[in-house]
Each structure stands twice: as structure tokens, then as C-alpha cells.
């Protein structure tokens, strides 16, 4: 098994019972942390960051005939068998879609669950900005178009 997340700890460690649980109980082989589902304590920060990513999820939902909350989640987990499949290209922001796409093309079983969520500002490092939202939008648009 896999686990993506980010370095910066916005995401916590502790939770990684939570994000391999469905693995592990056989029920998926995609697992994505959502902030947003469940009851988990989340810092609230940016307005237009939450809109961002909302209208990015319901992009990659209608591309992909998916149901998830949060595709921009840097907390997701998969199994060996997932990671042999994958031929991940993309750096920076454009790994959430084309991993979020590509999974869903491979038709995995995907599992959704609530996770914590302790976002940094800008002045605490934070680095995403709406250029990354753009590369966002065309990693979604160019990953769909290329199956």
C-alpha cells in the first residue's frame, strides 16, 4: 500500500488508521481524505481557496462520473496493485488530477473518508495561488481527453 501526503503536516499522520481502513478491510483500492465529510476539526482559512476547490471536484466529477468531495486532497492512499497500473507524470497541483482521473479510468474501487485538516496561511509557508487552479483545470481537461 501507498500513502500520499503533503510534507507540511497540514494533514495529520495519526490518521493514516482512517485513510487505509477501507484498504485494508478489502472494500476499496483508492482511498481519498476529505476534509470534507465527517466530523474531523478542520482550521478555517480562504473563502476563494474552498470555491476553487469545489468548483475543480465538481469538474473532475462530471469528467469522471465520480462523487467525491474533495480531489485536491493531498492525503489519499492505493494499493500496490493501483501503483503498478499508474504512470504518473505531473508535479506540483497537477498530481491530484491526473491521479483523481487516471483512477477513475482504471475503474478502482474508491473510497472516501473524513479527515482533519489544519491549513497554513501564507505567512506560515502556505505556496498554492490561482495559477495553480488554472494548471489544475487544464491537468483535468488534458488527462480526460487522453484515455
Known amino acids: 500500500m501507498f500513502?500520499?501526503?503533503?510534507?507540511?503536516?497540514?494533514?495529520?499522520?495519526?490518521?493514516?488508521?482512517?485513510?487505509?481502513?477501507?484498504?485494508?478491510?478489502?472494500?476499496?483500492?483508492?482511498?481519498?481524505?476529505?476534509?470534507?465529510?465527517?466530523?474531523?476539526?478542520?482550521?478555517?482559512?480562504?473563502?476563494w481557496h474552498y470555491v476553487g476547490n469545489k468548483v475543480i471536484t465538481l469538474l473532475a466529477n462530471v469528467l469522471t462520473n465520480l462523487n467525491l468531495t474533495d480531489i485536491e486532497t493531498c492525503y489519499k492512499a492505493f494499493t500496490l496493485s493501483v501503483a503498478k497500473k499508474l504512470k504518473l507524470r505531473e508535479k506540483r497541483f497537477g498530481f491530484e488530477p491526473e491521479f483523481t482521473i487516471k483512477v477513475a479510468q482504471m475503474k478502482m474501487r474508491i473510497y472516501e473518508v473524513g479527515i482533519s485538516y489544519s491549513g497554513r496561511s501564507y505567512s506560515e509557508g502556505k505556496k498554492i495561488n490561482w495559477k495553480d487552479g488554472l494548471w489544475t483545470i487544464w491537468s483535468l481537461l488534458k488527462y480526460t481527453?487522453?484515455?
Open 145 to 147: 481527453a487522453l484515455k
Open 3 to 47: 500513502i500520499v501526503q503533503d510534507a507540511d503536516l497540514e494533514y495529520n499522520p495519526d490518521e493514516y488508521k482512517l485513510v487505509l481502513g477501507p484498504i485494508l478491510g478489502k472494500k476499496a483500492d483508492v482511498v481519498f481524505g476529505s476534509r470534507f465529510v465527517g466530523n474531523q476539526p478542520h482550521r478555517v482559512l480562504y473563502f
